[in-house]
């Protein structure tokens, strides 16, 4: 039975706190006196379900089930979780407490998005100030891993529960020691802002020339390594304590105004308005969210092929969801020898479409290139026994296109071994999304002695595998298409 969370607020945070849970295979319930909240909040999930599952080399749960709610009590009704999302005024929030905690199981996490309040504050007069917890995500949390995570000592016993169920959720909990305003990352991004200000207000910049700035320059070095790490490089071989030495006396020089903050006047919000309007106006603000997320979705998965940053992240979420091992990774995971085993269950990612809009030719291959490293895992072909000294090298490749298939198209690839005996090995791989065929990759791949480069007989724990499995799909009829050659069906 899937586990519950209740939305409270279902804006842009709600909204993608409905999602991140949701695809998760959790049952959302929402509520959101807003009369558009239905609306709305299905547009944020038309754009997480194009892009979520596409970070992801394993299939992600079912999605659960989504309710939408006339009353906090009956959206929070048997609810594990708690996501506040509602406006940023205390007494709002106080008022909300009060309603969920009349509800709500006492052993519930209400979690509160709040960028600005301390949990201590959130506290104040609740029934049970135990349950109430800072959770503060960043847009857009269906795809952004960061939550800050912030209690008190009243709750220090329930934080390692907040931090695992954040976890198995594809999130990045930083678990913040001492409660302090505006917690740790909106401190720097409010500091950016005021300075952003300023430029704007004495003509310096207008916000596209400081939006370029960020992207073009810093904000990508930001991106896969933060701050410190970035300015432990600028310190060459001599490391942060020569960065330090050498750029510490400009901190004393005049150049900042981040103590003071200019007034916002009529002026410079109709200024920074027009111009943000001729940046961007083109631009609805659903296109913007899509660019912005297929820009996301591509960073993290060069990330990802890493191990670093937010693709070490992405990488542990694919681990804990092959669990159940819909892709197996030894031959003891297979049910059935005698079925082609399935060797790839994910979905389409948008960087891995073309101008016409669907899968590219290279993105294909891709897709049959990882099938064949799970079958070679699967017989013992892996990192382990390739640091031994021996592989199989693919020898040749034919490739048919048989229909097309779009970005989120969930697909997975079925590989049947056709011959697997002495130095050769040779895979039929069909990929499918449901029933429908969508291409076909026929691989033969010789062993290879990696310090000769040259064929050489697999070690006999490898070469058993393979025997064992070829010899349970020789009794599966001949794949249609195999064999053939460019043009003929």
């Known amino acids: ?38 609306r709305k909040i299905g547009e944020v999930l038309d754009n997480a379900r194009a892009s979520l599952p596409g970070l992801y080399d394993m299939p992600m749960p079912d999605e659960g089930t989504l309710s ?63 349950q109430i917890v800072v959770c503060h995500p960043f847009n857009p949390v269906y795809l952004l891993p960061l939550i800050e995570v912030v209690g008190t000592d009243v709750n220090k016993d329930m934080i390692g529960g907040v931090e695992e169920t954040l976890r198995g ?18 401190r720097f991004l409010e500091a950016v ?27 990508l070095r930001w991106a896969q390594m933060g701050l410190f790490e970035t300015y432990r490089i600028a310190g060459g071989e001599a490391g942060m304590r020569h960065f330090i030495e050498q750029f510490g006396p400009c901190l004393s020089w005049p150049w900042t105004k981040l103590m003071d903050v200019p007034e916002l006047t009529e002026e410079l919000i109709d200024q920074i308005a ?44 694919d681990k804990t969801m092959n669990q159940t091992r819909v892709v197996p990774e030894t031959l003891g995971d297979i049910v059935d020898l005698g079925k082609p085993v399935k060797t790839v269950d994910r ?26 490293d799970r079958l070679m895992g699967i017989i013992g072909c892996d990192a382990e026994y390739i640091a031994t000294g021996g592989s ?63 064929a050489s007989d697999p070690a006999p724990q490898v070469a058993e595998k393979l025997k064992r499995l070829a010899a349970a799909h020789a009794g599966l009829p001949r794949p249609e298409g195999a064999g053939a050659a460019v043009g003929v069906r």
Request: with cysteine; glycine share 8%.
């Open 274 to 317: 027009d111009q943000s309007d001729a940046q961007s106006g083109q631009y609805s603000i659903r296109d913007l969210e899509r660019h912005r997320d297929a820009n996301l979705v591509g960073m993290m998965r060069t990330l990802k092929a890493r191990d670093w940053g937010a693709g070490a992240i992405l990488n542990t979420h």
């Open 193 to 219: 802002w005021r300075e952003a200000l300023w430029l704007i207000k004495d003509g310096i910049a207008t916000t596209e020339e400081i939006d370029e700035a960020i992207r073009m320059g810093f904000g």
């Open 392 to 454: 199989y090298f693919t020898a040749e490749t034919h490739i048919r296109h048989l229909d097309e298939v779009h970005a989120g198209a969930r697909i997975h690839v079925e590989t049947q071994v056709i011959l697997g005996a002495g130095k050769k090995m040779h895979l039929f791989h069909v990929m499918y999304e449901g029933t429908r065929i969508l291409a076909s990759g026929e691989h033969m791949l010789i062993h290879v002695d990696l310090e000769t480069r040259r």
């Open 68 to 130: 939408f709610h006339d009353t906090m009590a009956g959206a929070v009704d048997g609810a594990a979780w708690i996501q506040e999302s509602v406006p940023e005024r205390l007494d709002i929030k106080h008022t909300v407490y009060r309603e969920l905690q009349d509800a709500c199981d006492a052993d519930a996490v209400i979690a509160s998005s709040t960028s600005g309040f301390k949990p201590s504050e959130l506290q104040e007069n609740a029934t049970r100030p135990q």
């Open 347 to 372: 979905a389409v990612p948008i960087d891995w479409t073309d101008y016409n809009g669907h899968m590219n030719e290279a993105r294909y291959l891709q897709a049959f290139g990882d099938a064949t």
């Open 169 to 186: 959720v594809g999130m990045f909990p930083l678990m913040v020691k001492k409660e302090i305003d505006a917690h740790i990352a909106d």
């Open 1 to 38: 039975m899937a586990q519950k969370a209740a939305i409270i607020g279902g804006g842009v945070i709600g909204g993608g706190w409905a999602a991140r849970f949701l695809l998760n295979g959790w049952d959302v319930a929402v509520f959101d006196p807003d009369p558009q909240a239905k």
